[in-house]
């Protein structure tokens, strides 16, 4: 390392370039007019930053950040993700957990964070599997996010494995059915654009909350549509989505009563009004096999219908907006709702095709049976033997014509099924 001292107007500098790096030239104040002091911080600069090459001591930011407050450090994350666009529930959410954690885990200081400490909080708590995954995610987030700044030389949380979901989910949700929906919005007033909107589109809650009128295509456009801005999906993603007639009924009325008072479509109702709502309409809300049905359960009815009604995997899948069919299929499909036996009934039948050749086989010696041939015009027919057991008995060939349609029809019924 080659170091210089010069002077700034009255205050001493160094310049400094380490071994190895050629043309990287670094400057650094060391605020003094004094030469002696001036050298004695130069020799303590040099002595630091060659035990932080060498990897005695962290980097300064390193160390800097570990005797800082953690609340500090997660108001200046969560500000940065406000900064990148992030829904502002999103950033709240982050910023709601990452508190709780730093209080309940003891993380006053960025070096108490541990993975000890956190395991220890995990295993004391009795949330459901994804709330526990969703505290570790927002951690790993703060941490990741002070690593690539260089505040932190390793996520000591990355460690930490995730619990297991499968199993132990504390809400599954089921999906409503015509009759249940129909008396849903029959008794919501106000409420039944929303619920409809919801059904029909699949918007979540904070999609819903922050949809606008200018979003809302129903008058300007020949098909109908609504148009989600990215800055307010989970995904970030801008999203079109056709709209349904039942759908554009209601929310030219809802638009004529209240498209002037503001900017949002919708104030989506809390869950106490849903659950009121259920009420009046009859409809449980936890039914005998403990599934909920809440307000993102119209998210689930929207995808189990797509199922119901034979939309191709993939088509439902991009309605939905999910990035992994699993999510449509076995998370938001609710199966009790699938025609499983009706289904049964569309299988092809074979007991016709199976008769015909156990007729047409040898049951004795194994000798396979020639397939009869007519001769002359299509209007004969002509007997010919065949062997059945000892006896001979006479069979009817089939007309070439009559053959032919009879081998379409067996083809026929062996197609796939179309899903």
């Known amino acids: 390392m080659t170091s210089t001292l010069y002077k700034r107007g009255r205050i001493w500098w160094l310049k400094y370039r380490l071994q190895g790096e050629q043309r990287q030239v670094s400057y650094v104040s060391l605020k003094t007019s004094d030469k002696q002091a001036a050298e004695k911080r130069r020799s303590e600069l040099v002595a630091e930053m060659e035990r932080e090459r060498a990897g005695i001591i962290a980097p300064r930011e390193m160390r800097d950040a570990a005797s800082r407050d953690v609340a500090e450090l997660v108001g200046e994350f969560v500000q940065d993700v406000r900064a990148r666009g992030r829904a502002p529930r999103y950033a709240d959410n982050l910023y709601t957990r990452l508190n709780k954690l730093g209080s309940e885990c003891g993380w006053k200081l960025l070096r108490d964070v541990t993975a000890d400490s956190f ?80 059904a029909y589109t699949g918007l979540r809650r904070g999609e819903l909350e922050q949809l606008e009128w200018s979003d809302v295509h129903i008058d300007d456009s020949p098909e109908a549509f609504i148009e989600v801005r990215a800055s307010t999906t989970k995904n970030h993603k801008k999203a079109t989505i056709k709209l349904h007639s039942d759908v554009v009924s209601v929310l030219r009325e809802w638009k004529a009563d209240n498209g002037g008072k503001s900017e949002r479509v919708f104030r989506v109702p809390k869950m106490e009004t849903f659950r009121e709502d259920l009420k009046r309409a009859e409809i449980v809300y936890k039914d005998a096999l403990g599934r909920f049905a809440d307000f993102h359960s119209l998210r689930v009815t929207l995808c189990s219908n797509l199922q119901r009604a034979g939309v191709p995997e993939r088509v439902a899948m991009e309605i939905m907006r999910h990035s992994d069919r699993r999510l449509t299929d076995k998370v938001y499909t609710d199966v009790s709702s699938l025609h499983t036996w009706s289904a049964i009934e569309k299988l092809p039948s074979v007991s016709g095709a199976l008769s015909q050749g156990v007729s047409q086989s040898l049951v004795v010696g194994g000798h396979s049976v020639s397939v009869p041939v007519t001769e002359g015009s299509s209007d004969e027919v002509e007997g010919l033997p065949v062997n059945i057991g000892e006896s001979h008995e006479l069979a009817e060939a089939v007309i070439a014509g009559q053959d032919e349609e009879w081998r379409a029809q067996q083809e026929l019924n062996l197609q796939p099924l179309v899903p």
């Open 119 to 198: 395991v220890s909080w995990r295993s004391s708590q009795k949330m459901a599997a994804k709330t526990l995954n969703e505290y570790l995610n927002a951690a790993c987030g703060l941490l990741n996010w002070l690593q690539r700044n260089g505040r932190l030389a390793g996520n000591p949380l990355k460690v930490v494995g995730k619990v297991e979901m499968r199993g132990r989910e504390t809400r599954q949700r089921r999906a409503f059915t015509e009759d249940e929906l129909r008396r849903l919005v029959s008794v919501a007033g106000s409420r039944r654009a929303v619920y409809l909107v919801a």
